[in-house]
């Protein structure tokens, strides 16, 4: 090549890369706020997995990015009702009365989850540290109870998926928990 063209290419090379920089920081360090929750690999995962190409700015609030984490867990509880409904409650799998009501319950106790969450958002935005703290407890409690049921019937599940999700759920809200106890 010429020295010309070896210049153009270099310039063309680095307006490339300058040109994809802010495409590799389009996520803020979530990490720093990652680092005070109890399930830091889930934290950071499900965040980059749900936000990967938006933006949000690099010096996000952690309570931004709370605000942020409750709406990807929402949309994770309406993904695990809407499984333990289609795959399961209305599934081809004939179920016991008994799993079928456990099945029920933990479906029951995911949506008021969901509505806690909301409840837990619209705190955020008022600043109310205290409600924030009880529908976040509530919300917990929901999953740890759904949780609990399907613990009682584990050995007749049919499908042990629902579970693993109950339970990856229960995860995202004690992280959120513990972010919001950062921020208030």
């Known amino acids: 090549m010429n020295p010309i063209a070896n210049n153009v290419a270099l310039a063309l090379s ?67 009702s809407r499984n333990l409904k289609t795959t399961v409650l209305e599934g081809p799998v004939p179920l016991t009365p ?32 205290r409600l924030e703290n009880l529908n976040m407890k509530a919300a917990v409690t929901n999953v740890e109870n759904c949780e609990n049921e399907l613990k009682q019937v584990e050995a007749q599940l049919p499908d042990k998926k629902q579970f693993g999700e109950v339970t990856v759920l229960k995860e995202l809200l004690e992280n959120i928990d513990d972010i919001i106890k950062t921020v208030g």
């Open 98 to 129: 008994e799993v079928r009501a456990k099945y029920g319950i933990c479906d029951q106790e995911v949506v008021s989850a969901m509505k806690e969450l909301d409840k837990v958002r619209t705190a955020m935005e008022a600043r109310n540290h």
């Open 14 to 80: 680095f307006f490339l890369c300058i040109s994809f920089f802010p495409l590799l920081n389009a996520l803020p360090d979530i990490t720093k706020t990652c680092d005070k929750v109890k399930h830091k690999e889930l934290c950071i995962g499900s965040f980059k997995e749900s936000y990967l190409g938006r933006y949000v700015p690099d010096n996000a609030e952690p309570d931004v990015l709370a605000s942020i984490i409750i709406k990807i867990v929402v949309n994770n509880a309406s993904d695990v």
